[in-house]
Antibody, heavy 123, light 110 residues
Framework: EEQLLESGGGLVRPGGSLRLSCAAS????????MNWVRQAPGKGLQWISH????????YYADSLKGRFTISRDNAKNSLFLEMNSLTDEDTAVYYC????????????????WGRGTLVSVSS | QSVLTQPPSVSAAPGQRVTISCSGG????????VSWYQQLPGTAPKLLIY???KRVSGIPDRFSGSKSGTSATLVITGLQTGDEADYHC???????????FGGGTKLTVL
């Protein structure tokens, strides 16, 4: 069974940093493009970042570029998100999601999702 | 403010048909593929439809997707109480070079 399991969430002070991890199992992780998506309480989904299977292509939401860094370790079937200078607006459930992206055809979808990890930014 | 616009909520009775719209522009829906996700209360999103109208394996044919111009539509027929969920549209914006989601639509089955 395809599974993604996020970890690393928790309570952090404004201005602080956090590193999220996502462990993959049940599918060929090294062949999958991966993403981070977040959802603030009572709000819709917000895409954060995409990393291709070999880490060659990386994209970020403009509003988060410079503060968030996505990376992966295919040998360990793991995806990461480094988050810096956190504010209360970053409070959300953070989902790890795998899928497909063809930039030239504008074709993008996410067919494997984790359960999410909650990040709370508060003093 | 989401790049893609969805109605905040829709409702219909069991057995009825409901449509959920997703409106964008030429840099996204107008020239890309649209996907739809179902998010049951307290759970992670689940992919329903990809490439505008292809159902994921195991998704009943009560769910269908379509696209015309810069808008996409999710149609659910034969509504069931278990369909109560938030539905999100999504695509890639070729101008921003980013993934974009709609604001989500809450479906209530009366």
């Amino acid at each position: 069974e395809e599974q993604l399991l996020e970890s690393g969430g928790g309570l952090v002070r404004p201005g602080g940093s956090l590193r999220l991890s996502c462990a993959a199992s049940g599918f060929t992780f090294r062949s999958y493009a991966m993403n981070w998506v977040r959802q603030a309480p009572g709000k819709g989904l917000q895409w954060i970042s995409h990393i291709s299977s070999s880490s060659t292509n990386i994209y970020y939401a403009d509003s988060l570029k410079g503060r968030f860094t996505i990376s992966r370790d295919n040998a360990k079937n793991s995806l990461f998100l480094e988050m810096n200078s956190l504010t209360d607006e970053d409070t959300a459930v953070y989902y790890c999601a795998g899928g497909y992206l063809d930039v030239w055809r504008g074709n993008w979808y996410l067919d494997i999702w984790g359960r999410g990890t909650l990040v709370s930014v508060s003093s | 403010q989401s790049v893609l616009t969805q109605p905040p909520s829709v409702s219909a009775a069991p057995g009825q048909r409901v449509t959920i719209s997703c409106s964008g522009g030429t840099s996204n829906i107008g020239n890309t593929y649209v996907s739809w996700y179902q998010q049951l209360p307290g759970t992670a999103p689940k992919l329903l439809i990809y490439e505008n109208n292809k159902r994921v394996s195991g998704i009943p044919d009560r769910f269908s997707g379509s696209k015309s111009g810069t808008s996409a539509t999710l149609v659910i027929t034969g509504l069931q109480t278990g369909d109560e969920a938030d539905y999100h549209c999504e695509t890639w914006d070729t101008s921003l070079n980013t993934g974009v989601f709609g604001g989500g639509t809450k479906l209530t089955v009366l």
